[in-house]
């Protein structure tokens, strides 16, 4: 278990909710330095505390619940996937708690990664300390907040997606979950025991929507219903 502790003054903060109360902070890093790095920055404003700091993804779950933080700082590289993981059990277990995620390296698959965790933030180390104090008020006032450095990228992901015909916003609950399974990857054989219909149901169905979307192929739809179902596009949506 890696090394934690929990601000001494945590119960004299309140929970961020009023407007003379500070945001909660609570930081979650497997580097001392910065640990240290973090608090001092939070520590130099009015309107944000820190209640905990965690080195390690186990001790950063337990700190959760002791301190009841209004917003997680969250190391992605905590070893082994551990902060992409922890990521997604503060949006499982503590949806009211904004997490932005921070790392000094960046790929797409960690992107997507880290969209699907449910993130609310994400930030490089090499951002300004500005850049962080304002990522933190603007999650913990219920927005969402992208490094400026990978914005670009972020573009070119929504460049790189299909148009999105207009007749998606009109389709049934039914037929958007055909096309989340669609998305998954799902075969015939599997879509039709999750929708409790034949496999020939499920193909007339699939070529009706092909038809209703004005597309050509199977192969769109499978390439719509991906982009759809991208993390990145159902983020940018926050911003």
């Not at 186990?58 to 902060?83: F, I, K, N, Q, Y």
């Not at 300004?128 to 914005?151: H, I, M, N, W, Y």
């Not at 999105?164 to 039709?192: F, W």
């Amino acid at each position: 278990m890696g090394w934690a502790r929990v601000a001494a003054d945590r119960d004299n903060r309140g929970m961020g909710t009023a407007a003379s109360d500070p945001t909660r902070v609570l930081l979650i890093d497997d580097q001392h330095l910065m640990l240290e790095g973090l608090r001092a920055i939070i520590g130099e404003t009015d309107d944000m505390c820190v209640v905990g700091e965690a080195e390690s993804a186990t001790d950063g779950r337990r700190l959760l619940d002791e301190t009841r933080p209004d917003v997680a700082l969250v190391g992605l590289h905590l070893g082994d996937r551990a902060g992409l993981a922890l990521c997604a059990h503060i949006q499982a277990q503590h949806p009211e708690v904004a997490t932005v995620a921070l790392t000094s390296t960046f790929d797409d698959d960690l992107l997507h990664d880290a969209f699907s965790a449910g993130i609310s933030g994400y930030l490089l180390t090499q951002s300004r300390c500005t850049d962080l104090v304002d990522a933190v008020r603007r999650v913990a006032s219920g927005g969402a907040v992208l490094d400026p450095s990978v914005a670009r990228r972020v573009v070119d992901m929504l460049r790189e997606s299909p148009t999105v015909p207009t007749e998606v916003d009109a389709l049934s609950a039914r037929k958007r979950r055909l096309l989340k399974l669609v998305a998954e990857g799902r075969t015939t054989a599997e879509i039709s025991e999750a929708v409790f219909v034949s496999e020939k149901t499920v193909r007339n169905q699939l070529s009706l929507l092909v038809a209703e979307l004005g597309l050509t192929s199977r192969d769109e739809l499978t390439d719509l219903a991906k982009a759809l179902n991208r993390p990145v596009l159902r983020w940018c949506a926050l911003i």
